[in-house]
């Protein structure tokens, strides 16, 4: 089985929504019946404070601990789906959910209490004082993972991030989501020789020929039979 090109499900500078007021939300975040209407939004990579600067969203900072994003994206055939891959820049820790099913979390995450601190600095890509391995982290999803996921635009990841303390100077969300497909397209096969409608001689002797009586010789390449 061959696989298709790969697929770009969620770039880096898509739209999320998200909430930075330091509120306390209820475990139903992660799930697509949550309303989260009142939500701001805004394109990636979210966040503040970070070497460079450059934010397609700046979050407020009230000294929070911890940041919540959410998006909807499509799949078009869960069946055709070989391999899925999301790679996520971070500070300081994540946790990550697939339609309220939890996918991923950070070496760092503690729990997914409110004001759960991580337990270890991770400092993004773009931080003044380097980043921390890893960078952009790989996360592949298993083959029951992929199957959390359906047909249609209404596919939700939720991702929640975590500071390692109240006084943090930076937090940063980026994130992309990529994968790969079957392909379902039969390989096409030319025959450049011989040429339709061509003969080729055989040169095989016949031994014991019949004199008195019509033989048949049959030769078959596939089918129909060429007498």
């Given at each position: 089985?061959?696989?298709?090109?790969?697929?770009?499900?969620?770039?880096?500078?898509?739209?999320?929504?998200?909430?930075?007021?330091?509120?306390?939300?209820?475990?139903?975040?992660?799930t697509?019946?949550?309303d989260?209407?009142?939500?701001?939004?805004?394109?990636?990579?979210?966040?503040?404070?970070?070497?460079?600067?450059?934010?397609?969203?700046?979050?407020?900072?009230?000294?929070?601990?911890?940041?919540?994003?959410?998006?909807?994206?499509?799949?078009?055939?869960?069946?055709?789906?070989?391999?899925?891959q999301?790679?996520?820049?971070?500070?300081?820790?994540?946790?990550i959910?697939?339609?309220?099913?939890?996918?991923?979390?950070?070496?760092?995450?503690?729990?997914?209490?409110?004001?759960?601190v991580?337990?270890?600095?991770?400092?993004?890509?773009?931080?003044?004082?380097?980043?921390?391995?890893?960078?952009?982290?790989?996360?592949?999803?298993t083959?029951?993972?992929?199957?959390?996921?359906?047909?249609?635009?209404?596919?939700?990841?939720?991702?929640?991030?975590?500071?390692?303390?109240?006084?943090?100077?930076?937090?940063?969300?980026?994130?992309?989501?990529?994968?790969?497909?079957?392909?379902?397209?039969?390989?096409?096969?030319?025959?450049?020789?011989?040429?339709?409608?061509?003969?080729?001689?055989?040169?095989?002797?016949?031994?014991?020929?019949?004199?008195?009586?019509?033989?048949?010789?049959?030769?078959?390449?596939?089918?129909?039979?060429?007498?």
């Open positions: 089985i061959s696989l298709g090109p790969p697929i770009q499900i969620i770039s880096s500078t898509d739209v999320w929504k998200y909430e930075d007021s330091n509120t306390n939300l209820p475990n139903t975040w992660v697509q019946s949550y989260d209407s009142s939500w701001l939004s805004g394109p990636g990579k979210l966040g503040f404070g970070t070497n460079d600067g450059v934010f397609g969203t700046t979050v407020q900072d009230l000294n929070q601990i911890t940041f919540y994003y959410r998006k909807n994206f499509n799949i078009d055939d869960v069946s055709a789906i070989e391999s899925m999301i790679n996520i820049d971070y500070d300081d820790c994540y946790a959910y697939i339609n309220g099913n939890l996918l991923s979390t950070s070496s760092n995450f503690v729990n997914d209490a409110h004001g759960t991580c337990s270890s600095t991770h400092n993004s890509a773009e931080d003044a004082s380097g980043p921390t391995a890893p960078i952009n982290p790989a996360i592949q999803f083959p029951q993972q992929i199957a959390w996921l359906q047909n249609g635009p209404n596919n939700l990841i939720a991702v929640e991030i975590h500071q390692q303390s109240a006084a943090s100077s930076d937090t940063v969300m980026s994130l992309t989501m990529q994968g790969t497909t079957f392909d379902t397209q039969p390989p096409a096969i030319t025959i450049n020789s011989p040429l339709d409608g061509s003969s080729i001689q055989d040169t095989t002797p016949l031994v014991e020929a019949a004199t008195d009586e019509i033989s048949t010789i049959s030769y078959q390449i596939n089918s129909p039979p060429i007498q």
